[in-house]
T-cell receptor, first 109, second 115 residues
Framework: TQLLEQSPQFLSIQEGENLTVYCNSS?????LQWYRQEPGEGPVLLVT?????EVKKLKRLTFQFGDARKDSSLHITAAQPGDTGLYLC?????????FGEGTQLTVNP | DAGVIQSPRHEVTEMGQEVTLRCKPI?????LFWYRQTMMRGLELLIY????????DSGMPEDRFSAKMPNASFSTLKIQPSEPRDSAVYFC?????????????FGEGSRLTVL
């Protein structure tokens, strides 16, 4: 069974701060997806990383896939209240998509 | 364009009652997934279909759960009889390809409360 551990589980910060959330596994994934889920809604895909060492930027969000394709990180610069939500990573491998338990981010104005 | 549509959005029922959740995937998507989300266990895959055929139902908790996809535009997840531990948000998602590792488009979910 492939497991994805996300850390931290909860994060509460002030507007303007930077943060990083992590997604780690002992398994190798062919690709890794990041989703954001807002209250009362379903997860929405932010990005997919495929190549080991790959870095993708989405405005103030920077996603990195580890060289060994076992881990990933999401860095948010100058967080805003609109970034509040549950961030989920999902690893593709072994013909399954495995979700982490998520990082609940709260950005206070 | 319409996204994945789920109904009902909220369902409150009593233990022992039958619950039916419905999903309309995005038109043209070949794969459909049912997930359950709880605080304790996160997002769990229950079952997924490729081209209306169930491929992997190993995540279905027990015989009380069943899912059908009679055509490409409709799927149901049924719980009979329901139990309090079934309380969760149930998500339907669809994907363009037939791999179960593709990018998922989720509905808004059906929040089920079993009393």
């Amino acid at each position: 069974t492939q497991l994805l551990e996300q850390s931290p589980q909860f994060l509460s910060i002030q507007e303007g701060e930077n943060l990083t959330v992590y997604c780690n596994s002992s398994s190798v994934f062919s690709s890794l997806q990041w989703y954001r889920q807002e209250p009362g809604e379903g997860p929405v895909l932010l990005v997919t990383v495929v190549t080991g060492g790959e870095v993708k930027k989405l405005k103030r969000l920077t996603f990195q896939f580890g060289d060994a394709r076992k881990d990933s990180s999401l860095h948010i610069t100058a967080a805003q209240p609109g970034d509040t939500g549950l961030y989920l990573c999902a690893g593709a491998g072994g013909s399954r998509l495995t979700f982490g338990e998520g990082t609940q981010l709260t950005v206070n104005p | 364009d319409a996204g994945v549509i789920q109904s009902p959005r909220h369902e409150v029922t009593e233990m022992g009652q039958e619950v039916t959740l419905r999903c309309k995937p995005i038109s043209g998507h070949n794969s459909l997934f049912w997930y359950r989300q709880t605080m304790m266990r996160g997002l769990e895959l229950l079952i997924y279909f490729n081209n209306n055929v169930p491929i992997d139902d190993s995540g279905m908790p027990e015989d009380r759960f069943s899912a059908k996809m009679p055509n490409a535009s409709f799927s149901t997840l049924k719980i009979q009889p329901s139990e309090p531990r079934d309380s969760a948000v149930y998500f339907c998602a669809s994907s363009l390809g037939t791999l179960n590792t593709g990018e998922l488009f989720f509905g808004e979910g059906s929040r089920l409360t079993v009393l």
